[in-house]
C-alpha cells in the first residue's frame, strides 16, 4: 500500500488536500490531509467514497457512438482514433458549410482546476470560431456584483471567522455545502459570538442560531435595504469610513429611503422587529462578518440582492479588522495570474450565448443554427434551466452531440458520441477553491480507469488533427502550468511553492484583512455602492422586481444543494427516489399528507414525485434539490423543468429560484 497527495477540484469552496492510499494501482482510500488552513484532517462522505464513483459500473470506460436513435441506449465501442476522426470530420464539415458559431462548447463546474476547467479546450473552440457561452449557472450575479462594489479584493478568510462576535450566514448552508466553516463558526461561538441566519428554510444552523429571518425567496433586496435604511436613519452608518473609503453613500441612502422596516416586512414575510433586532446587533457587534451564500444570486433581484448585502459592512464600518466584513466566493484574481493564460488565445469576436438560456437558444438562434454541441464538466439534463425544451432540443436529429464524461450521465445518455473522461486522480491539475486561499498541484495518483483520457489530451489531440496548433503553443500540462505562471511576476513565486511544498499561498498572503492588506480593485480603491456600471446593467441597481408567483402558480419553489452530491455529480449513485418537501399549511390546504404521490407543474414542465412534510420551510415555499437525475422521479423530469429560462438582473445569471408552481395529489 502507498500514500500519494492530492486535492479535491469539485465544485465546493473548501478546496481540501488530500491524502490517497493506492494498492495494486487502484485507489481504496481517500482522507483529508493537513495542508490546508481549514481540511483539518477530515473530508466530506462523498469525496471519502470517491472509489464508488471512479470504479462504479456506470463509469464509462471507452469511446461510444450511439447505435438507434438518440436516447435509446444502443451504443458501440469505437477506438479513439476513430472517434477523435468522426469528431474532426463533423466539426469540420459544420464549420465549412455554415461557420463557425454553429458550433457550441458546453461546460460548468465539473472541475475548478486550472487545467481541466479551460486551457487546451478553450484554445480549440476559440481558433475554431466557435460560438462564446457566457457561463452563468453560479456565482454570475454574484461576481458581477463584487466586482462593480469591491472591483477584485479577496473577502475574509474562512479561518478568520472565529475571531468574529457576529457571524450571518446569508442564503448559504455551509453544512452541505461548505462543510469545514462550520467548525470554524463553532469556535466563534465557544468565544462568545453570535450567529444569524438568513434563509427560507430552517438550515441546520438556522436551528442552532440566536436569530433565523426567514425571508421569501428574492426578497432579499427590501431585507438588505431596509436594514442600510435603518442603519443610516439610527445614526449607526460609519460616515468616517464612507467619506474615506466609498462614493455613492448618499445615493444608495437615497434608494434604500423607500424600504423601512414595515414596508420590506410586508414584501418578505420576515417580521419587523426581527429586523430591528437584526440592526442593533449588526451595529452593536464587531467583528462582524456576513457570509453570503449563493441563495440569494438565484432570482430576478439576486444581482441587487448581493450588491445590496455587500454595501451592509461598509456602511456599517465593520471593514478593516480580522474577523469582520464579508465573504463572498474568494474568486481568481488573487493569484495574479489565472487559467486563462493557459488558453493563450483571445476570445473571437463571435456570439455569445447564455448556458442558462440554452433550451432557447438551441430552438431559436439562426444565422447559424447551432449544429454541434460539446460539452464537458457539464451535467445540463440534469442542472439547466427548461428541462424538457433543453431534453427536447438535445434530442434533435441533427444537433450533433458530444460529451466527455466520467459516468453515464442524463446528457451522455443523449449524445452522439461519448468520450470517457479521467477523473482528477488520473489526470494533473492546478486546483485551487473559492474559499480557501490555497493552491495545489495535484498530480495523477493511478493510471486512467479504461481508456479515460483528460480534457486536455483530448483537445490537444484535436488542435493537432485539425491543423490549429501554432508555433509556441503550450501543448502538455506542464507547458501550460509554467506559461500560467511565467505570466505575472508572482507567478515564479507560485511555481517555487508548488514545486517544493505542492501547495502554494497567494500573493496578498491566506488572511488578509481589507482596507488593511488589500484594498479594493476599483481604479480609486473604493468601495463604489452604486456602481454606474452596474446601474446600467441592472437598469437601475436596487430596483425591486416583485414576486412573480399568480393564482395559477402561487407556491415558490426552491431547490437547494444535496449533502451527497455535488450538484449533479455522484447522482448515479443515489438510489432513493425524489421528494418534494412542502410545509405543513400548503400541503393540508391541497388535502395532501406525507408520503403521497403528487405533480408539480407549471408552464415549463412537471414533475411527479412524492411529498415530504418538512416543518423547517415556511408557508408559501417547497422545495426539490438541485442537481437530482431523471430516474430519480416518476416521470423522468426534476426541479430544473420547472425552471424558467429567466435571468437575474445582473451576469446574466440563471434564476433557478424564480420557480413558481402549483402543486396536487396524483
Ligand atoms: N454538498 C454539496 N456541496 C456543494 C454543492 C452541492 O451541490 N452539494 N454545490 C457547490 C456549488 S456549485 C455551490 S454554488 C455552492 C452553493 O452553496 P450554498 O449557497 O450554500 O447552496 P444552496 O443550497 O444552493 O443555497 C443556500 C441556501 O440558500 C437558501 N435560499 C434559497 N433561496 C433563497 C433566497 O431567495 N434568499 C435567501 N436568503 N436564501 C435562499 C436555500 O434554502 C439554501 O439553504 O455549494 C457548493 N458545495
Ligand atoms: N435546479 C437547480 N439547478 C441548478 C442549481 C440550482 O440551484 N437549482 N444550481 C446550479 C449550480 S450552483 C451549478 S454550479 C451548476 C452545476 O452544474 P454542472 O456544471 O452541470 O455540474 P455537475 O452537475 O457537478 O456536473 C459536472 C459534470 O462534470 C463531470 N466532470 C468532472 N470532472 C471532469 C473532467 O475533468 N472532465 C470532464 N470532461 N468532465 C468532468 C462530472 O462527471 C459531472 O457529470 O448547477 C446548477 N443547477
Ligand atoms: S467536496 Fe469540498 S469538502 Fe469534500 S473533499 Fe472536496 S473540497 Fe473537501
Ligand atoms: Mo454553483
Known amino acids: 500500500m ?137 456565482a454570475s450575479a454574484t461576481g458581477a456584483a463584487t466586482r462593480g462594489l469591491y472591483g477584485v479584493m479577496p473577502g475574509t478568510a474562512l479561518e478568520d471567522f472565529v475571531h468574529a462576535k457576529l457571524i450571518v450566514l446569508w442564503g448559504v448552508n455551509p453544512s452541505a455545502t461548505g462543510i469545514h466553516l462550520v467548525p470554524m463558526i463553532e469556535r466563534a461561538r465557544e468565544a462568545g459570538a453570535k450567529l444569524v441566519v438568513i434563509d427560507p428554510r430552517r438550515t441546520p444552523l438556522a436551528r442552532r442560531a440566536d436569530l433565523h429571518l426567514a425571508p421569501r425567496p428574492g426578497t432579499d433586496l427590501p431585507v438588505a435595504l431596509a436594514i442600510l435604511h435603518a442603519l443610516f436613519e439610527r445614526g449607526h452608518a460609519d460616515r468616517a469610513f464612507l467619506a474615506e473609503h466609498t462614493t455613492g453613500a448618499e445615493e444608495l441612502a437615497r434608494r434604500a429611503s423607500r424600504w423601512t422596516l414595515d414596508a420590506a ?92 438560456q440554452i433550451s432557447t437558444a438551441l430552438r431559436e438562434l439562426r444565422d447559424p443554427r447551432i449544429e454541434a454541441m460539446v460539452v464537458f464538466n457539464c451535467n445540463p439534463v440534469a442542472t439547466a434551466p427548461d428541462q424538457r425544451a433543453l431534453i427536447a432540443e438535445l434530442s434533435r436529429e441533427d444537433l450533433f452531440l458530444v460529451v466527455h464524461e466520467q459516468v453515464m450521465t442524463d446528457t451522455a445518455a443523449l449524445a452522439d458520441l461519448v468520450l470517457p473522461a479521467t477523473t482528477f486522480l488520473e489526470h494533473d491539475d492546478l486546483t485551487r477553491g473559492y474559499g480557501t486561499m490555497r493552491m495545489f498541484h495535484s498530480r495523477a495518483v493511478v493510471p486512467p480507469v479504461g481508456e479515460a483520457r483528460s480534457n486536455n489530451a483530448v483537445f490537444g489531440e484535436l488542435l493537432t488533427r485539425m491543423g490549429l496548433v501554432r508555433e509556441g503553443d503550450a501543448m502538455t500540462d506542464d507547458a501550460i502550468a509554467a506559461q500560467i505562471f511565467a505570466a505575472a511576476p508572482e507567478g515564479a513565486k507560485l511555481a517555487r511553492e508548488l514545486a517544493e511544498h505542492g501547495v502554494a499561498t497567494p500573493p496578498p498572503g491566506d488572511r488578509p484583512v481589507a482596507f488593511v492588506d488589500v484594498f479594493p480593485g476599483t481604479p480609486d480603491r473604493k468601495v463604489h455602492l452604486v456602481s454606474e456600471a452596474l446601474d446600467r446593467e441592472a437598469n437601475g441597481l436596487y430596483t425591486y422586481r416583485p414576486d412573480p408567483r399568480t393564482d395559477e402558480y402561487p407556491l415558490a419553489l426552491i431547490s437547494p444543494a444535496l449533502a451527497t452530491q455535488i450538484s449533479s455529480y455522484f447522482g448515479q449513485l443515489r438510489s432513493a427516489p425524489a421528494t418534494l418537501g412542502m410545509a405543513r399549511a400548503d400541503a393540508a390546504a391541497r388535502g395532501i399528507t406525507d408520503g403521497d404521490p403528487i405533480r408539480i407543474w407549471n408552464q415549463y414542465g412537471e414533475v411527479h414525485c412524492t411529498a415530504k412534510l418538512d416543518a423547517d420551510l415556511r408557508e408559501g415555499v417547497c422545495m426539490l434539490p438541485k442537481g437530482l437525475w431523471r430516474k430519480h422521479t416518476a416521470n423522468g423530469y426534476t426541479s430544473n423543468a420547472l425552471i424558467p429560462p429567466a435571468v437575474a438582473d445582473l451576469g446574466g445569471q440563471a434564476a433557478f429560484n424564480d420557480a413558481r408552481v402549483q402543486v396536487a395529489r396524483r
Not at 462522505?45 to 464513483?53: E, I, P, S, W
Not at 446587533?281 to 438565484?298: D, F, M, N, Q
Open 2 to 138: 502507498e500514500q500519494r497527495s492530492s486535492a479535491c477540484p469539485l465544485d465546493c469552496p473548501d478546496a481540501c488536500g488530500l491524502t490517497v492510499s493506492i494498492d495494486a494501482g487502484r485507489v481504496v482510500g481517500l482522507e483529508g490531509d493537513h495542508r490546508g488552513p481549514i481540511t483539518d484532517g477530515f473530508i466530506c462522505g462523498k469525496v471519502r467514497k470517491f472509489t464508488d464513483h471512479m470504479y462504479g459500473h456506470d463509469r464509462i470506460a471507452r469511446p461510444l457512438v450511439r447505435a438507434g436513435a438518440k436516447g435509446s441506449g444502443g451504443w458501440h465501442g469505437i477506438s479513439w482514433e476513430e472517434a477523435l476522426g468522426l469528431m474532426a470530420d463533423r466539426l469540420q464539415s459544420i464549420q465549412a458549410r455554415s461557420g463557425g458559431e454553429a458550433i457550441l462548447p458546453y461546460h460548468y463546474g465539473g472541475s475548478n482546476g486550472w487545467l481541466t476547467d479551460g486551457a487546451l479546450v478553450t484554445r480549440f473552440f476559440r481558433r475554431l470560431g466557435a460560438s462564446n457561452l457566457q457561463r452563468t449557472f453560479c
Open 265 to 356: 416586512a410586508a414584501e418578505s414575510g420576515v417580521a419587523a422587529q426581527d429586523l430591528a433586532e437584526f440592526v442593533e446587533l449588526y451595529a452593536a457587534s464587531s467583528p462582524a462578518v456576513i457570509r453570503a451564500g449563493w441563495g440569494l444570486e438565484r432570482n430576478r433581484n439576486g444581482g441587487s440582492a448581493v450588491a445590496a448585502v455587500l454595501a451592509i459592512p461598509a456602511v456599517a464600518g465593520k471593514l478593516g479588522i480580522r474577523g469582520g466584513g464579508y465573504t463572498m466566493g474568494n474568486g481568481d484574481a488573487r493569484w495574479g495570474v489565472g487559467e486563462e493564460h493557459g488558453t493563450a488565445q483571445p476570445a473571437p469576436p463571435t456570439r455569445s450565448v447564455n448556458m442558462s
